[in-house]
């Protein structure tokens, strides 16, 4: 009992005891954390960046597949936050409904701009009107160094910025050239001196065959007018068919007119066609498929038909003359009269594998001719320039950063512009700026993916307002239709 007592009264004790203290102004528990601690060395305070961001070329209205550019000026401490440090800005897009709620449509990060020390982002507005709402996020992506250090515990999320903005429906800016339940693929595109627009396209699946579409006013309609097919090649469709108008104002398109050759054809009239000449590759030794089908195995990629400043004709093209048909080389023969052809010339690649590959040219109002090619798998487009149009030599290797497919050279409003299209379905554009080279490739256009069949689309030519005008392959209403869209003067940085 005494012992009870006792230990009743030091619990007493020890309650007011603290009761004092800490009316007092005390010990707390992190006092007596420091105690227990006492003489252990303290982990260091964690120390942050101080993010800010400051967001520029966001618009508060968009049209129906406008294009939306934003640069997001990224500092911490006042220093741009770049990706080789592990900084990474991203963007979620969410359609607002009228009742309020967000439904997410669309997740992306950005790319950091060496040059400007500024994050681009760049996507399509949406293909109908709605509400967005548009989130900014910037964040550590790395678990280690400068970046992870400084971003603390929250690392994914350093910086955060909300945004809204409508997107206005327009009249659809597509042209339907084919409409017809027959699949169809386009091949080719071209203006004419008189400002006329030619279309080469594909039709058909059992029995292919190449038709011609012509447009005179400015792609807003369009009427197809003859077929390149079995009827005028003898046994094979044109499938790769390029178009070419030469000075004499003659409408020619090159291509092959089967496994072994390729054809060079001359519009005659709206509706016919004649083959000038056929150029035979059945010797080579990658064409050993036997009697019926000699080339089945051959790889031979037409690229283009130029005419050079002394009246000569230029063909490139691509083709393994070796027993490995995956190696493509690329090759030009030149001719008088398109009948007779030169003996092929090898003027670059050391053997190029897959037939992803292709090979452009143009003739520069000074009468140079640029020749450009991409191997399968590369990030560079190589540039080669020639005095005649017989000897090259590399003018350039441009970087694109990721894979670049059907990539075209057009003189276009006084410049020479280089196009081609990569990231599924982003459209891309460089000129060749007063040093003579090629400017850093800007996003001019983001089609949806579905919209481009193949690797070869879109293709793009100039037209007669200075504005630029494309065709490509669209699935729409369970159809396979080649469409006709005029992208405006889609100058690099004019959006």
């Given amino acids: ?91 979620k897009l969410y359609q607002i ?27 399509s507005a949406s293909e109908s009107a709605m509400n967005v709402q548009l989130k900014l996020q910037a964040g550590c992506s790395v678990t280690s160094g400068l970046c992870a250090d400084k971003a603390g515990s929250n690392k994914d999320k350093q910086w ?23 699949y169809s693929g386009a091949t080719s595109l071209i203006s004419l001196e008189n400002g006329d627009l030619v279309a080469l396209y594909n039709h058909g699946l059992s ?4 038709r011609v579409s012509i447009s005179s006013d400015n792609g807003q309609s369009w009427v197809q007018t003859s077929s390149l097919n079995v009827e005028t090649l003898g046994d094979f ?25 390729l054809c060079i054809l001359k519009s005659d009239s709206e509706s016919l066609w004649s083959k000038i000449s056929e150029i035979d ?16 195995n051959a790889r031979l990629v037409p690229g283009s038909l130029i ?31 398109l009948v007779n052809w030169s003996e092929e010339k090898r003027v670059a690649g050391n053997g190029f594998d897959r037939s992803e590959s292709n090979v452009n040219a143009i003739a520069l109002p000074d009468g140079r001719v640029l020749l450009s090619y991409t191997p399968f798998d590369s990030e560079l487009i190589t540039i080669l320039i020639s005095n005649d149009g017989e000897n090259f030599e590399t003018l350039q290797k441009l970087n694109t950063a990721s894979i670049p497919r059907s990539v075209s050279l057009i003189n276009h409003n006084g410049s020479t512009r280089l196009f081609y299209s990569a990231d599924y379905g982003n459209f891309y554009s460089s000129s060749l700026g007063e040093a003579e080279l090629f400017t850093k490739p800007q996003l001019i256009k983001e089609f949806d993916y579905s919209d481009i069949r193949t690797s070869d689309e879109p293709l793009v030519t100039d037209l007669i307002d200075g504005t630029l005008g494309v065709i490509y392959t669209k699935k729409l209403n369970e159809q396979h239709d080649v469409f006709f869209e005029n992208l405006g003067a889609a100058r690099e940085g004019v959006h």
């Fill in 207 to 210: 029995d292919t065959h190449s």
């Fill in 160 to 182: 955060e910025q909300t945004f809204e903005y409508s997107v206005n429906a327009v009249l659809d800016h597509r042209v339907n050239i084919t409409n017809t339940t027959e």
């Fill in 281 to 296: 590759f059945s010797n080579y030794d990658s064409c050993d498929g036997g009697a019926d089908f000699p080339c089945s």
């Fill in 1 to 91: 009992m005494f012992s009870n007592v006792y230990t009743s009264m030091r619990l007493a004790y020890l309650g007011v005891a603290l009761s004092l203290l800490s009316a007092c102004g005390g010990s707390s528990n992190d006092d007596v954390d420091d105690i227990n601690n006492a003489g252990k060395e303290k982990p260091p305070a964690e120390v942050k960046y101080d993010v800010t961001g400051v967001v520029e070329g966001l618009k508060a209205k968009y049209s129906t597949n406008e294009l939306v550019n934003i640069d997001v000026n990224l500092l911490g401490d006042d220093k741009p936050l770049s990706s080789k440090d592990g900084w990474l800005v991203k963007y």
């Fill in 97 to 123: 409904s009228s009742a309020g709620g967000e439904q997410l449509i669309d997740e992306r990060g950005g790319m950091f701009d060496q040059q400007t020390q500024r994050w681009k982002i760049s996507f």
């Fill in 237 to 261: 469709a044109i499938e790769t068919g390029k178009l070419f108008e030469d000075k004499s104002g003659n409408l020619l398109a090159v291509g092959n007119c089967n496994e072994s050759s």
């Fill in 307 to 337: 005419q050079l400043k002394n009246g000569k004709y230029m063909l490139s093209y691509l083709f393994a003359p070796g027993a490995n048909s995956a190696e493509l080389d690329v090759y030009i023969r030149i001719s008088d009269d």
